[in-house]
Nanobody
Framework: QLQASGGRLVQVGDSLRLSCAAS????????MAWFRQAPGKERELVVG???????YYDDSVKGRFTISRDNVKNTVYLQMNSLKPEDTGVYYC????????????WGQGTQVTVSS
């Protein structure tokens, strides 16, 4: 189970931190990611961190977003800085075992709205 939290309405240029608490899976050997679904668009991968700490960032968020994980708290974080209106969407936390190709655990989503 993945429980995402932290989304809210913010202004352009603000910062926000999302959290995703995991349970019922072996967190330390799981790859974790945040997906975003903007209004009227398909869900897309934004950032990811694999079980060994390697990170992936979509070009649209490089230099502004930072993903991190705490294997003691079984939690993954997404620090979002310099937020833009195009960052608006529902952010979903996802997980998969390190040998799996697709994400098979999903959180319920948390809404981030960036207002100009």
């Amino acid at each position: 189970q993945l429980q995402a939290s932290g989304g809210r309405l913010v202004q352009v240029g603000d910062s926000l931190r999302l959290s995703c608490a995991a349970s019922g899976l072996t967190f330390s050997t799981s790859d974790m990611a945040w997906f975003r679904q903007a209004p009227g668009k398909e869900r897309e991968l934004v950032v990811g961190i694999n079980w060994s700490g390697n990170k992936y960032y979509d070009d649209s968020v490089k230099g502004r977003f930072t993903i991190s994980r705490d294997n003691v708290k079984n939690t993954v974080y997404l620090q979002m800085n310099s937020l833009k209106p195009e960052d608006t969407g529902v952010y979903y936390c996802a997980a998969k075992g390190k040998y799996f190709r697709t994400y098979n655990y999903w959180g319920q989503g948390t809404q981030v709205t960036v207002s100009s």
